[in-house]
């Protein structure tokens, strides 16, 4: 399908052309184009074939010229001959949440910026206050839109992502014009980063709505609001900048959109494909047959017309989900969690007493919980001694013992060391219930050390689990250089059990890694790695994060029951 990647150049030659101050009409027939390409569902390859591109909405003679020109030639020449004479640092300033075709051609013309650097330079100047039609506010929102681009390319954790939206659907939805409203997007569909938030909207009032949203909050900047949709930029829970997109959409089409816009856009470039060969029409308005519409209010309309199961967003990414002949109906739910295998209490670096790790696992229905606190190397987190170890699983017993509905195991989080022996000798492991072995350091080691430290880590019977396998940290630290065919096929073989920390820092393994694990024999287990009580809630980024690698209950130890559990723990010591 090329038709995106016309569009997108389509809209570049208006962005040229207006910054270069060119012909209104001209600029808006190219975006006129550009809209009608991104909207057609089939591929203009064919349609130029047919010679049918001025069927397209907004397509006259010339566009379809240039269409022509792309599918020989693999460019369009006016975009070339502006790209020459234009600066290309120009279409890195449009990128700006602030920043839109009209100012840009301003501070170009003006003040000749025309690229970040420079745009960063004039503000450090105080140049731009000078222009017209600048002032100290705009100002202060191409600063932020400058800062935002260079954030990690702007994008923010999911957990954040998540919890900003849940805060802002609960606003939203109290409005009286709105019917519903669904976060749809990459947040959705529980992505590990999320670039902005999308929100869709069902209302007959839908400029009403919009100019709602863009007084959702006084510190909202408003980067768009029209008739279908709005755009605000707010901070998130740690004062990220995040762009929210809101669309307001009718009944009848609400399920077509929630759809469309939570993508991602590969698996609705598959499904308009699909679509097609069954004879029908699908964009964002709802499915078509000829001109009748004949699904849209809800998603599971259109799959089922489509003779296809809803497909729950986590598996939207084109990854053979359409393909599947599954349903995705058992993939695993939060419910099916039984307990939490890595947790941390006072004794260690944790917040929380063990007393009281033990009556936040029991309020949240937990049937287990492992105490696994740091080993001795951890020495910054209070890492156990042996002989503190000791004393500590004693406490543990006792405490057990007096727990009420809840299976307390005896555990460590035990450091593989840079030599890649473990930080506790064997009968130190033994006496445990339950160890997880984890690297903490020396992390930039070669490929085949990394590699060998975990292996031989998994080939100890006394080890039932591997945290955080990867030992990245979501935009700050990069996954060690493992290689995850040899791990997975260790654990495979050794039935050690792989972690998916469900931190939000971490979410590791990360989605592609779940499944294949899964796919070659490895069992999982979701852990918090909690330090905190209030960390226990975390779960759910774990979860979702194996839904997203197509696990079900049976590939994730603690769903099992507590006899099932032991039954494997017990298995595997001996
Ligand atoms: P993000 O925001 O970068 O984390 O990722 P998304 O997936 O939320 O992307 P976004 O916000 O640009 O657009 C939301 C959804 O809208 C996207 O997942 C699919 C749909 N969408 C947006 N643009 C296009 C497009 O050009 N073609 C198609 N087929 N779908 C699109
Ligand atoms: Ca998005
Ligand atoms: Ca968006
Ligand atoms: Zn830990």
Known sequence: MINHDVARLFNQIADLLEIKGEDPFRINSYRKAARGIDEWSEDLTSVAQRGELQKIPG??????????QYIDQGHITIHRELLDEMPVGLLELLKVPA??????????????????????KALDDGKIESLP????????????????????????????????????ADRIRQWPEVKKVELAGSARRAVETVGDLDFVCETDKGRKVVQRFTRISDKAQVLAAGSTKGAILIADPHGHP???DLRVIEAESFGAALLYFTG???????????????GFKLNEYGLFKGDRQVAGRTEADIYKKLGLPWMPPEVREDRGE???????????????????????????????????????????GYAYLGITDHSQSSAIANGLTPDRLERHVETIRAAAKKAKGITVLAGTECDILADGRLDYPDDVLAELDIVTASIHSAQGQDRDRITKRTIDAMENPHVDMIGHPSGRLLGKREAMNLDWEKIFETAARTQTALEVSASWHRLDLKDVHVRQAIEAGCVLVIN????????????????????????????ILNTRTIAKLRAWLGKRSS
Not at 99 to 120: C, F, W
Not at 347 to 362: F, P, Q, T, Y
Request: proline share 2%; charged share 30%; glycine share 8%.
């Open 528 to 555: 918090t790695d909690a330090h905190a009580i209030t960390n226990l809630d975390q779960m759910r980024w774990g979860v979702l994060t194996a839904r997203r690698g197509w696990a079900k209950p049976e590939n």
């Open 59 to 68: 397509v006259g003679k010339g566009a379809a010229e240039r269409i022509t």
């Open 133 to 168: 039609g600048f002032g100290a506010k705009s100002v202060e929102k191409i600063r932020d839109g400058l800062k935002f681009l260079e954030r990690s390319a702007g994008r923010n954790p999911l957990a954040l992502a998540i919890e900003t939206a849940e805060a802002l």
């Open 99 to 120: 920043l839109g075709p009209k100012k840009v051609a301003l501070l170009y013309r003006k003040l000749d910026i025309h690229s970040t650097e420079t745009l960063a």
């Open 264 to 278: 991602s856009k590969a698996h609705n470039v598959r499904l308009r494909e699909w679509a097609i060969k069954k």
């Open 242 to 244: 995040l762009q929210v």
């Open 322 to 364: 359409i393909e599947a002949k599954s349903d995705f109906s058992d993939l695993v739910d939060l419910d099916d969690i039984r307990g939490d295998l890595h947790v941390h209490t006072d004794a260690s670096d944790g917040r929380n007493s063990l007393e009281e790790m033990i009556e936040a696992a029991r309020q949240r």
